[in-house]
């Protein structure tokens, strides 16, 4: 059964960092888009960054400069380093991946994205 494993969350207070790791099992995805989703209460799911098999990356305009995404083939993992953190980026993040099937345009729509990890915890205070 094919699982995202999402792990680095917690509480951060503003200004500080945190990294999320996602680890996949079950299979390989080193040809697949993976992003990085949040979503706090009472609102939707949003996009934050992606990463495609090219190397090709994209950021939501909220975290541009502040957030990293990157991936490691070789461990199957793909990160997020967040600096700068601030309390609006408080909310449960999630890990995911897109076939490569699908085209460079569509990299923010979730519904595209097929795997999913159960979310970690993202806390800033202010």
């Known amino acids: 059964q094919v699982q995202l494993v999402e792990s680095g969350g917690g509480l951060a207070q503003a200004g500080g960092s945190l990294r999320l790791s996602c680890a996949p099992s079950?299979?390989?995805?080193?040809?697949?888009?993976m992003g990085w989703f949040r979503q706090s209460p009472g609102k939707e799911r949003e996009f934050v960054a992606a990463i495609r098999w090219s190397g090709m990356i994209y950021y939501a305009d909220s975290v541009k400069g502040r957030f990293t995404i990157s991936r490691d083939n070789a461990k199957n993992t793909v990160y997020l380093q967040m600096n700068s953190l601030k309390p609006e980026d408080t909310a449960v993040y999630y890990c995911?991946?897109?076939?490569?099937?699908?085209?460079?345009?569509?990299?923010?729509?979730?519904?595209?994205?097929?795997?999913w990890g159960q979310g970690t915890q993202v806390t800033v205070s202010s």
């Open positions: 079950g299979r390989t995805f080193s040809t697949y888009t």
């Open positions: 995911a991946a897109q076939s490569p099937a699908y085209g460079s345009s569509s990299y923010a729509s979730a519904e595209l994205y097929h795997f």
